[in-house]
């Protein structure tokens, strides 16, 4: 059984940086591509980007510039980081893999960041 | 590619079928036809309900389809159940500038 589970903090002061841990189980980590996918309260979703084993990324252009997208596969885990955050950053965010880049398999529960002083 | 179009709601009785549309622009789907349907429901992670434009995985009701016509996608729920009541969301690939694009999503309302 897949279980992916996002850890890190809940609250993150502008702008400083959103960082956040996916640990990955049932599953190996070099099986399925690894995205971060975000939904701000009460609003749809939003790509923000993958990586492959091999350290293949690709990223939202609108985050390009502020997104760092990790994998240790020794620990079987993935990481995002996003710098500059500001209030628009608050969102459920979520780490989801998939085996294919097209399409997202299995999802974690998701994780709550709020972004503010 | 600008995201793509979903109506904001859709609603059905039980034992109805209902359509929900995804329409987006041909940069939005370019030539493939990866497009992907998302069932949420409150306060729960999205689920994926069809891929590949009508593929199911496992486990997903054969109640669920999906086609694509053009630049327009569907998700055909038929025999609605009261557990079908969630969000829908579709999405698309594509090796454009912005691989992964998501829809604005559409509430099911089930009557």
């Known amino acids: 059984q897949v279980q992916l589970q996002e850890s890190g903090p809940g609250l993150v002061k502008p702008p400083e940086t959103l960082s956040l841990t996916c640990s990955v189980s049932g599953v190996s980590i070099t099986s399925y591509y690894w995205s971060w996918i975000r939904q701000p309260p009460g609003k749809g979703l939003e790509w923000i980007g993958y990586i492959y084993y091999s350290g293949d990324t690709n990223y939202n252009p609108s985050l390009k510039s502020r997104v760092t997208i990790s994998v240790d596969t020794s620990k079987s885990q993935f990481s995002l980081r996003l710098t500059s955050v500001t209030a628009a950053d608050t969102a459920v965010y979520y780490c989801?893999?998939?085996?294919?880049?097209?399409?997202?398999?299995?999802w974690g529960q998701g994780t709550l960041v709020t972004v503010s002083s | 590619q600008s995201g793509l179009t979903q109506p904001a709601s859709v609603s059905g009785s039980p034992g109805q079928s209902i359509t929900i549309s995804c329409t987006g622009t041909s940069s939005d789907f370019g030539s493939y036809n990866y497009v992907s349907w998302y069932q949420q429901h409150p306060g729960k992670a999205p689920k994926l309900m069809i891929y590949?434009?009508?593929n199911r995985p496992s486990g997903v009701s054969s109640r669920f389809s999906g086609s694509k016509s053009g630049n327009t996608a569907s998700l055909t729920i038929s025999g609605l159940h009261a557990e079908d009541e969630a969000d829908y969301y579709c999405?698309?690939?594509?090796?454009?500038?912005?691989?992964?694009?998501f829809g604005g999503g559409t509430k099911l309302t089930v009557l």
């Open positions: 590949d434009v009508i």
């Open positions: 999405s698309s690939y594509t090796s454009g500038s912005t691989p992964v694009v």
């Open positions: 989801v893999g998939g085996r294919l880049r097209r399409y997202f398999d299995y």
